[in-house]
């Protein structure tokens, strides 16, 4: 069955006031709210501006805040979004520069990503050599997941949803933020090298490290992925303040 | 499309936005709130000792005032905003060395409950005694 969903989308360009506009879109009842999303851009307005790619939540692309909360909007069914209200808001994601309509500038973000200098790899992309992995390259014969370098499989789609959700972010960019630092804790664990694992922990121990980090565990709450980023700053900090008080005492 | 880099001043009243959010936020924001609210008693506290350098009888007009109900209640406020704040800093100093990290949600509902009493038994005795 078809239903009628009325929408408020945020609506910018640069050297334009952002501002919110309506619309109503037909989709099926058992739609995600990302299909109200492109009904926007389909029935109402080509030039509307959102990101897509997976609609399955395992791109991280379509993140934005829905009615006032981050969620991945590919995996959220519009009846659920509707429950109780009027109809649904779609804002895109805080502490991004904005680069018009839903979709912001994600190329800082991803620069501190590559931080941990973890490789993205999942079993569906291509290795190095140009081949897709083979299930074998990836898990043990007992099923399970290799311990490799270049395997980041902390579960982060690289969404973006933390650093919209975390207030520190809010007070500046140049926090290295959830993610980033959820990416670094994965390499410690990871790396068997310790002057590699000395320069990780030397990154997380910086001014804009694990530090600035006060303590809301929003990104925690808000990852759709289970990362638990709020975790991996604090294990960090338990490893950092756990080595210089052995260093205090000779022991490091 | 070039993107703008600074498109928005950076909202740092977040701080203070708990719409939707979650227990963590909440007490983030009750420590910044706490803080704020503990730096301005400060600075009332040094201008009434300042009241000292009036002589005795401005100092015994000032007495005079602070034992009224109005301030009673603001002597509450102050137990309490100290009770919340310090508590809920010895749990970020033990979850933030990543300790009970998993529990510390359950750690602020216990710690509030204990500003709460102890905040309930300190007005008990600053209106009784
Ligand atoms: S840690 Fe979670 S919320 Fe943050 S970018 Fe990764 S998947 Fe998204």
Redesign the pocket.
């Known amino acids: 069955m078809a239903i009628q969903v009325p929408i408020k989308v945020f609506r910018y360009r640069p050297g334009t006031a952002p501002h919110f506009e309506r619309y109503q879109v037909t989709v099926p009842d058992d739609a995600t709210v990302i299909d109200v999303i492109e009904g926007v851009w389909a029935e109402h307005d080509r030039n509307f501006m959102f990101r897509h790619a997976c609609h399955h939540a395992s791109c991280?692309t379509c993140?934005v805040r829905l009615n006032g909360y981050e969620r991945l909007p590919c995996i959220v069914p519009v009846t659920e979004a509707l429950a109780g209200r009027q109809e649904l808001v779609v804002e895109p994601l805080r502490n991004f520069p904005l680069v018009g309509d839903l979709v912001v500038d994600v190329a800082g973000f991803f620069q501190k990503q590559a931080a941990s200098g973890l490789v993205i790899t999942r079993a569906a992309e291509a290795t190095l050599s140009g081949q897709p992995f083979a299930h074998s390259e990836l898990f043990s014969q007992a099923g399970a997941l290799e311990e490799r370098a270049y395997n980041r499989f902390e579960?982060?789609?690289?969404?973006?949803?933390?650093?919209s959700a975390c207030p520190t972010m809010a007070a500046t960019d140049k926090f290295w933020g959830?993610?980033a630092l959820?990416g670094i804790r994965r390499a410690t664990l990871t790396t068997g090298d310790c002057q590699e694992k000395a320069a990780l922990l030397a990154l997380a121990d910086s001014e804009q490290g694990v530090w600035r980090c006060h303590s809301a565990f929003e990104?925690t709450e808000?990852?759709?992925?289970d990362?638990d980023?709020g975790g991996a700053i604090m294990s960090l900090r338990r490893e950092i303040v756990g080595r210089k008080v052995k260093h205090l005492f000779g022991a490091g | 499309m070039q993107a703008e880099k600074s498109t928005r001043p950076r909202q740092v009243w977040q701080w203070a936005d708990v719409r939707r959010r979650k227990l963590g936020m909440w007490a983030y924001t009750l420590n910044r709130v706490s803080g704020l609210g503990l730096v301005l008693y400060l600075f009332i506290h040094l201008a009434v000792l300042r009241l000292l350098a009036g002589g005795p009888a401005a100092w015994d007009n000032f007495l005079a005032l602070v034992r009224s109900p109005l301030f009673l209640v603001l002597d509450v406020v102050l137990l309490a905003g100290l009770l919340i704040h310090g508590l809920n800093g010895i749990r970020l100093t033990i979850t933030g060395l990543g300790i009970g990290v998993p529990a510390h949600k359950t750690w602020f509902l216990a710690l509030m409950a204990a500003a709460l009493i102890l905040s309930a038994a300190g007005a008990i005795a600053i209106f009784t005694m």
């Open positions: 991280g993140a579960n982060c789609i690289e969404c973006g949803i933390c650093i959830p993610a959820a990104c808000s990852c759709p992925q990362v980023p």
